[in-house]
């Protein structure tokens, strides 16, 4: 039976990076699959976070996800702290995965910075945490952007030293599903950038709470080049900011970067600029719109949290208990 997880972090406002790689997907899989998708509190304070913003985020994260089309009647939505699963089990794996896979871990590298030796422990162990989630309701698949893919990689390879080490089929090989045009989405301002919630430049996104003029006066000011839009693909190969556009148009507009060089070839920025604006509010402005609705309404939105808390732990439960009992930590 496939199943679907997936997690984002209550770090502050939606962009279209989180929109475009993961949360539009989230959406369209939740038609023929069954679906988790997790706010992941527990994976925010592997970095210092603010409590009181902490929990606000959380809620609006989650207010996000219902507000981009998550159906919570179909899909299980919850946050991480409410299913102790996930640190138990992250606990297990922690004593599977080796401290030469995590070395590896190039997001570990960026979060850290220079300054390793002072990163949290947590920081470090986040991707074997990001496993557990997944492997604790022995999802098959996780739609995920680009940034994930290593992670996803380890994933794996802990799902299957678990399984060698114990003599057993008990977790799958999780897929990752990387989809759609724009699956890594960078800054506005430095298309050598990913487009981030934690970049100091706030032109530097487009968040899902833009309204419609800060989202023109965005795209107006992104970063551009001086030439004109070429004909064909190859030919945005080292034009980073001018690729990024090109491939928001085309994810926006559910078409592919040629066809969108095959009708704007040769024009200026300017023009193209007016355009993507178009079908950016278009798309964003409904789900901007349903978002207020719904933070107005909190006690909807936590008690959509509360339903899908009680689902995912009747899920939970019986995976958890098999895997101590696997470890030998309980009597069969
Ligand atoms: P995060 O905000 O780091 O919790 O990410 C939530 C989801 O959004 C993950 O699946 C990420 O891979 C995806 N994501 C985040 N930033 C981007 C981006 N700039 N482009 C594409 N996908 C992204
Ligand atoms: N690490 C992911 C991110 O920053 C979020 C995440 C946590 C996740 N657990 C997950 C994504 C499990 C997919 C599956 O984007």
């Given at each position: 039976m496939p199943r679907i997880f997936s997690g984002v972090q209550p770090t502050g406002n939606l962009h279209l990076g989180n929109y475009l790689g993961a949360i539009r997907n989230w959406v369209r899989l939740q038609r023929d699959y069954e679906c988790l998708y997790c706010v992941v509190d527990l994976h925010a304070i592997t970095v210092e976070q603010d409590p009181a913003e902490l929990t606000k985020a959380t809620r609006e994260v989650a207010a996000s996800l219902l507000a981009a089309g998550i159906d919570p009647a179909r899909s299980i939505v919850f946050?991480?702290?409410?299913?102790a699963g996930h640190a138990e089990l992250a606990w297990l794996l922690n004593c599977i995965a080796r401290v030469g896979w995590l070395n590896r871990m190039t997001q570990f590298k960026e979060k850290a910075g220079?300054?390793?030796?002072?990163?949290s422990v947590g920081l470090y162990v986040y991707p074997v945490l990001m496993a557990a989630d997944i492997l604790l309701?022995?999802?098959?698949h996780v739609p995920v952007g680009e940034d994930q893919k290593q992670h996803l990689e380890l994933c794996r390879d802990i799902a299957q030293a678990f399984n060698s080490q114990f003599g057993v089929d008990f977790f799958p090989l999780t897929e990752p599903l990387i989809l759609g045009e724009a699956t890594r989405v960078m800054s506005l301002r430095d298309g050598a950038k990913k487009m981030s919630k934690?970049?100091?430049?706030?032109?530097?996104r487009i968040n899902l709470t833009d309204p419609p003029d800060t989202i023109a006066q965005k795209i107006r000011k992104a970063k551009t080049d001086p030439n004109p839009l070429p004909?064909?693909?190859?030919?945005?190969e080292r034009r980073p900011e001018a690729d990024n556009l090109v491939t928001i148009y085309a994810a926006l507009a559910d078409r592919d970067r040629q066809s969108v060089l095959a009708e704007y070839?040769?024009?200026?920025f300017s023009t193209f600029k007016e355009r993507l604006t178009e079908v950016a509010v278009a798309t964003l402005s409904p789900i901007t719109a349903e978002m207020r609705r719904l933070l107005a309404d909190p006690v909807y939105v936590d008690g959509v949290l509360r339903h899908g808390t009680a689902r995912a732990r009747s899920l939970a439960e019986p995976v958890l208990r098999e895997a101590q009992k696997i470890v030998g930590l309980l009597r069969t």
């Open positions: 946050n991480q702290t409410q299913v220079k300054n390793r030796v002072n990163a309701y022995k999802a098959t934690s970049d100091v430049s706030d032109y530097s004909d064909t693909v190859a030919e945005l070839a040769g024009a200026q």
